[in-house]
């Protein structure tokens, strides 16, 4: 499936064609999901009839005792009362047993799927390719893994279970009332009229309501986020007042919304006792009249009026459960959509195998455009040999860091060829494409663990002395060991908290020790501070030793140590030659660096 099918997950008009494949995929997860618990199910299904049977099966026998074996005991016949009470009692019991064997035995099998969608959903999303994460962005990626599991997570520990059992309890309630005495029957049939609109309108209003509460909650949510996630700018600008005010109105339009829940269940919980109690009346009264005409026994009046007083029991959570049953089910289908979408980068079925790669690149006839159809490389050539450090510059938007993607494979071409060593991209396996070929970012991002532990992300299975040589070739190494425990500082923890720029050295580290035939670096010495400088041209020099590398920079000193330097504008390469060929030239370069020079003195 294309991205398509995710991007129609918010809006809330599909058409026909839509909602139906939006339907099926939908089911088709939900049968993956119940294939390897069929059994389970089964079994917990023939639990919940006979437990929610025998549960139902009480009142019958008080009015068997009542009407059989009282009169018996009474004539000095013990028997019949002591095996309809044992039989009351074992009934009961194995009720018990029975709705607890279901409970736990039904918990441990929700948990289990569960357990299967958490898992998938995130091993499947963290295989997406990058074209997915810029455009499906994170936050409703969170939310497909929290909210969204969570409403079928509630479905499946509460509302299910005791929607099961509710209706099968009432279904035997009623089969049982109809069999002992059909006309406290058709009462009751009669109570299902306003039952049934009360319901009705219960449901029909909390869902509207319950999609309010979700809508402030996720307000709430994300006027939380935005604020601390970019609390620098919030503290620059003094937002702290504007922001307390809007949050305030936020928490107060989640308060009234709750508040407006509660009222309803309010109105539906006494609403059901009232419609409980009528029906027990109408029973006892219209019964009372045939016990005087001698047409029905006492126990069974009595077993008639305890089926009509239980039978509305479950009701509250049978009306509550439809709710969780609506969220779980658009849950289910937003989590379904992540699930089918495709990788836009797949590894080969028949990877090539690449002895020592060398590094050459060769671009032939490369054309590239987004997703969204915007051309942003409209074709060109080029050769890279192996061992050749290049200065890609250019204007911001001229597909620099474009075409960085696609020599590390974070995106395919969409027309032409790209190979390393003259074998595609695409028929390597990931495996060798990230041990050949490794992008620094501006962005350096640090997991939370120890330095040591982030540096041998490079190389998982480097000792201290190859981290330590590491982090000396790119000259970060004293910085390290100034650090409260050296190289296991865990760097979330106080004292392990570093510089843009010092994480960006522990980059290069960890790109050192992965040691690359291709390096890739996307204006990752942008957070490097300028008196630094020669230590910086130090630290690239041994980082790009011996290997072909792509250096992507704003600052236009790094470009003396390439050996040939690239100027990009509007996804072409307009100049191609050695750094000192460019600057005594009289093209884009030259003016360039001409503006740089004089920004210097
Ligand atoms: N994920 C994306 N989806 C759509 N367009 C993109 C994406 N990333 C970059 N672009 C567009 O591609 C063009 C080149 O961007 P980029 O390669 O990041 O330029 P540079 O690194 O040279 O500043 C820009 O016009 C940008 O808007
Ligand atoms: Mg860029």
Known sequence: MSMQGVAGEDRIELNKDESKSVRLRSRRLLRSLIRPIRSRLAVSFTLVVISQAARAIGPAMIAFAIDRALPEAIHQNLTPLFLVVAAYLGAALTAA?????????????????????????????????????????????????????????????????????????????SVALYALDPSSFVVLLFSLVPLGFLTR?????????????RVASARLIVKFVETMTGIRAVKAFRKEKA???????????????????????????????????VTVAVILLFGGFRVIDGQLGIGILTAAILYARRFFD???????????????????????????????????????????????????DVEFHYSNGKTVLPGFNLDIPAGQTIALVGTTGAGKSTLAKLVSRLYDPSAGQLTLDGVDLRDLSNLELRKAIVMVTQEAYLFSGTVADNIALGKPDATSAEIRAAAKAVGVHEFIMSMPQGYDTDVNKRGGRVSAGQRQLISFARAFIADPAVLILDEATASLDIPSERLVQHALQTLLDGRTSIIIAHRLSTVSIADRVLVMELGQIIEDDTPAALISGTGKFSRMHAAWRASLV
């Open 97 to 173: 047993t029975l709705t607890y064997a279901f409970l736990k035995f039904a918990a441990r099998t929700n948990q289990n799927v569960l357990f299967d969608l958490r898992q998938r959903l995130f091993v499947h999303a963290q295989r997406l390719s990058l074209e997915f994460h810029e455009t499906y962005t994170s936050g409703r990626v969170i939310a497909r893994q929290t909210s969204d599991l969570d409403a079928i997570k509630e479905l499946l520990d509460t509302g299910g279970n005791e929607m099961i059992a509710g209706a099968l309890y009432m279904v035997f309630t």
């Open 201 to 213: 309108w219960f449901q029909r209003n909390t869902k509207l309501r319950y999609r309010e509460t």
């Open 243 to 277: 922001n307390d005010v809007e949050y305030a109105q936020l928490t107060e339009d989640y308060r009234k919304v709750n508040a407006k829940v509660i009222q309803l269940f309010g109105i539906y919980d006494p609403g059901l006792t009232m419609i409980g109690t």
């Open 314 to 364: 479950p009701m509250e959570d049978m009306a509550t459960f439809y709710n969780a049953y609506q969220s779980a089910t658009s849950a289910l289908e937003k989590i379904s959509g992540v699930l089918e979408v495709l990788e836009s980068v797949p590894e080969p079925q028949h990877p090539v195998k690449l002895e020592q790669p060398a590094g050459h690149l060769n671009f032939k």
